[in-house]
């Protein structure tokens, strides 16, 4: 069966984000006179926010946004190193990171070449990303605009890897699962979440890393352009 849709995530997939964790957590650290590895840190950071995106998929915990969810887990990281701020140096930092964000978000010639390859094709592109409305169509710009839909965790009030906000995403486009792709760079969360909804997924793995949690992609790439390669593979 061919491909008719093919969804995209936003953050380190379309949107390359370069060193961005390792600084933040390396600017962060230095703002709160801790000497802890920053790497060490982003790991206990992202572990935090990770269980909260969990929880909130699972019911387990009430919706909030990116934002608020970098800032709560933020906070529960400091602590779990023995570091306790006040709420407003908390604002700040997250002010920080926010700020940081803008700077170091961009999007190479290669992924709007490909973007406009598909649709020239006559593909119907649709985006699925775990963020909030107003930095998302910050740090898009007019790539926003090759898009025929796009769904939204702020919006649909869960993340991926939720079904639902890939079922979401699906019925926007009128879309059937058999005939779609979705590409993202995080196994547990975007492939995880596309293979659970029976669409294709193709793990944007640029980094060259292994696969873990047992979970397999159906296709693999190191360039955003091999999608076209993938495309005329799946060609009835």
């Known amino acids: 069966m061919g491909v008719k849709t093919i969804f995209f995530d936003a953050y380190g997939t379309l949107l390359e984000l370069g060193d961005y964790y390792c600084d933040l957590a390396a600017q962060i650290l230095d703002e709160v006179g801790c ?20 929880d909130i ?13 970098y800032k709560i887990s933020l906070e529960k ?3 779990r190193h023995g570091i306790s701020i006040s709420d407003v140096q ?10 940081l964000l803008d700077q170091r978000c961009t999007i190479s010639p290669s992924t709007r070449e490909t973007i406009e390859a598909l649709k020239h094709n006559g593909v119907k592109i649709g985006l699925i990303s775990n963020g909030d409305n107003d ?3 910050h740090h898009l710009g007019d790539l926003v605009k090759l898009f025929d839909a796009t769904t ?6 869960t993340y ?4 639902r906000i890939f079922q979401a995403a699906l019925k926007e486009l009128g879309a059937n699962p058999e005939e779609a792709l979705f590409i993202g760079d995080n196994l547990r969360i975007d492939v995880r979440g596309a293979n659970e909804t029976g669409i294709r997924s193709v793990w944007y793995n640029k980094t060259g890393k292994h696969p873990a949690d047992g979970i397999k992609p159906h296709f693999t790439i190191a360039n955003i352009n091999e999608v076209l390669e993938i495309v005329k593979l799946l060609v009835p």
């Open 152 to 157: 939204i965790s702020e919006n649909v009030r």
């Open 57 to 69: 998929v699972e019911g387990q915990h009430p919706f909030t946004n990116i934002r608020t969810t």
């Open 135 to 137: 930095e998302l169509s």
């Open 160 to 163: 991926k890897p939720d079904p």
């Open 35 to 54: 000497s802890i590895n920053p790497h060490l840190f982003w790991e206990t950071w992202n572990d935090e926010f990770n269980g909260i995106l969990f």
């Open 90 to 99: 908390l604002d700040e930092l997250n002010k920080m990171c926010k700020t």
């Open 77 to 79: 990281a400091l602590l």
